[in-house]
C-alpha cells in the first residue's frame, strides 16, 4: 500500500497541506473563527445574502412545511412543489425554457457533460477552467483537449480540427482563482461555426454581473442559440446551496433521462429550495447590491495599484494577490489573520506551481471601514523580492 503518512508529511514540507477550521459563526463579513472574531475577506457570498433576515425565514417556514430532508431523489419521491417553483423562477430569470436543480455545481457539471459526451467525441476546455469541468471531462470518456487560457486563435485552430463526433467547448464564466471574464462573444461565434455546443459554468458570475443580475450571459447579452447549456450555482451570490442547468426543453429532458449525479442523488431540501427564492426576487428587486459591489471593486483595485501592488483584469469581486511561493502566500494570510482579517492562501493544485495567492473576495456587506482595514493590512505585508534558489 502507498504509505499515506510520508505523502501527507511530503505535502506538510511543502507548505502545501491544509486543514479545516472550526467557524462558530459562518455567514457574514464578521465571523468567530476557533474562538477569535474576524473580518471575512473570503467568502463568495458576494451580495451578502446568505444571512439575509428574509432568506432565513424562508428556510423555516420551507421546514415547516416540508420537513427537513427531500427523503429521496428528484426522480422517486423527492420533487417537492418548491423545488419545481425554483425551477420554473431561474428558467424566466435567465431567459431560458427550462431549468434543472442540481445537488451541488460539481454535480452539475459532471452529470451535464457526462450525459452529452462520450467516447468518439472531443470537449475542449479552457486550461484555467474549475476542477469539476475537468473532471467531467475526463469521466465523459470524450477526447479531452485543452487550450491556453482565453486563447480564442488557440481554440479556433483546435476546432477546424475536428473531424468526427460531437464537439463540446466548456469553460467558466468568470474564472474562479483570478475572477477574469471567459471571452463569451468570440467563443460562441467558434461554436456556431463549427456546430459546437457551448458550455458555460457561471458559478462565480450568476446574481453579480448583467443589468438584472443573471450572469455573465446577460452582461454580453448573450442568448439561449448562442449559449445553449448555462450552469450557475445557488451558494455563492446567492448565499444559498444547490446548482442549476438552464437551457431548452429538449436539453432539459435529457439530463433527466441520462445525468447520473441527478438521477441517482438525494434531492436538496424543500425548505433550501425556499430560501433560494427568497433570494432570488432579492436580486431581483435589490440592484444596489450590485453596484456597492462595484463600487468596492473600483476602490479597492485603485487602492491596491496606489500600495504598489499588481492586479489582473478583474472586475468581479474575485481580486487576486500574487504571492508566488506557497510559504509566501501562507505568510501573508498568517499575517492578515493576527491583524484580524482572514484571506485564505491558494496555493497548487488549486493554482498552478508559482502562482500561490491571496484570493481577496469582496460582498456587497462590506462597509467602507472594513475595506480600509483591509487595505491597512494589506500594505504592512513583506513584499521583498523573493530570492532565487
Avoid at 43 to 60: C, E, I, K, Q
Avoid at 108 to 120: D, I, K
Avoid at 204 to 220: C, D, K, N, P, R
Avoid at 350 to 357: F, H, I, K, L
Wanted: glycine share 10%.
Amino acid at each position: 500500500m502507498k504509505p499515506l503518512r510520508t505523502e501527507l508529511e511530503r505535502r506538510r514540507q511543502q507548505h502545501l497541506y491544509r486543514r479545516r477550521r472550526i467557524v462558530t459563526r459562518v455567514q457574514g463579513v464578521v465571523i468567530r473563527l476557533e474562538g477569535r472574531q474576524l473580518l471575512n475577506f473570503c467568502s463568495n457570498d458576494y451580495l451578502g445574502l446568505a444571512d439575509h433576515p428574509r432568506v432565513v425565514a424562508a428556510l423555516r417556514s420551507g421546514a415547516d412545511a416540508h420537513g427537513v430532508g427531500s427523503g429521496a431523489a428528484h426522480l422517486v419521491s423527492g420533487h417537492s412543489r418548491a423545488h419545481h417553483a425554483l425551477e420554473e423562477e431561474l428558467a424566466e430569470f435567465t431567459g431560458r425554457a427550462r431549468a434543472l436543480l442540481f445537488s451541488t455545481g460539481y454535480m452539475a457539471n459532471l452529470g451535464t457533460v457526462t450525459a452529452l459526451l462520450g467516447r468518439g467525441d472531443t470537449i475542449y476546455q479552457d486550461r484555467l477552467n474549475h476542477a469539476s469541468l475537468i473532471d467531467a471531462g475526463l469521466l465523459s470518456r470524450a477526447s479531452f483537449r485543452r487550450y491556453a487560457h482565453a486563447d480564442v486563435p488557440a481554440l479556433r485552430r483546435q476546432l477546424e480540427g475536428h473531424t468526427r463526433g460531437d464537439a463540446m467547448v466548456v469553460t467558466d464564466g468568470v474564472f474562479s482563482m483570478d475572477g477574469d471574464l471567459a471571452p463569451l462573444l468570440p467563443i460562441a461565434a467558434l461554436c456556431r461555426q463549427h456546430d459546437a455546443w457551448l458550455m458555460v459554468d457561471d458559478a462565480h458570475g450568476f446574481g453579480v454581473l448583467g443589468e438584472t443580475g443573471a450572469g455573465i450571459l446577460e452582461h454580453y447579452r448573450l442568448d439561449g442559440e448562442q449559449v445553449p447549456l448555462l450552469m450557475g450555482t445557488l451558494g455563492k451570490a446567492l448565499g444559498t446551496f444547490g446548482a442549476f442547468v438552464a437551457g431548452s426543453e429538449d436539453l432539459i429532458e435529457t439530463l433527466i433521462q441520462h445525468a447520473r449525479s441527478y438521477v441517482y442523488t438525494t434531492a436538496v431540501p424543500p425548505a433550501v429550495a425556499e430560501a433560494t427564492r427568497a433570494s432570488l426576487q432579492l436580486v431581483r428587486e435589490e440592484g444596489w447590491r450590485r453596484e456597492r459591489l462595484q463600487q468596492l471593486i473600483r476602490y479597492f483595485r485603485a487602492a491596491l495599484l496606489d500600495l504598489g501592488f499588481s492586479l489582473g483584469e478583474s472586475p468581479t469581486p474575485i481580486q487576486p494577490i500574487l504571492a508566488g511561493t506557497a510559504e509566501r502566500a501562507l505568510a501573508w494570510s498568517d499575517r492578515l489573520e493576527r491583524q484580524g482579517i482572514l484571506v485564505s492562501a491558494i496555493r497548487p493544485p488549486t493554482v498552478p506551481e508559482g502562482g500561490s495567492r491571496l484570493r481577496v473576495t469582496l460582498s456587497a456587506a462590506h462597509s467602507d471601514a472594513h475595506l480600509e482595514q483591509l487595505l491597512q493590512a494589506l500594505a504592512s505585508l513583506d513584499r521583498a523580492p523573493l530570492q532565487c534558489a
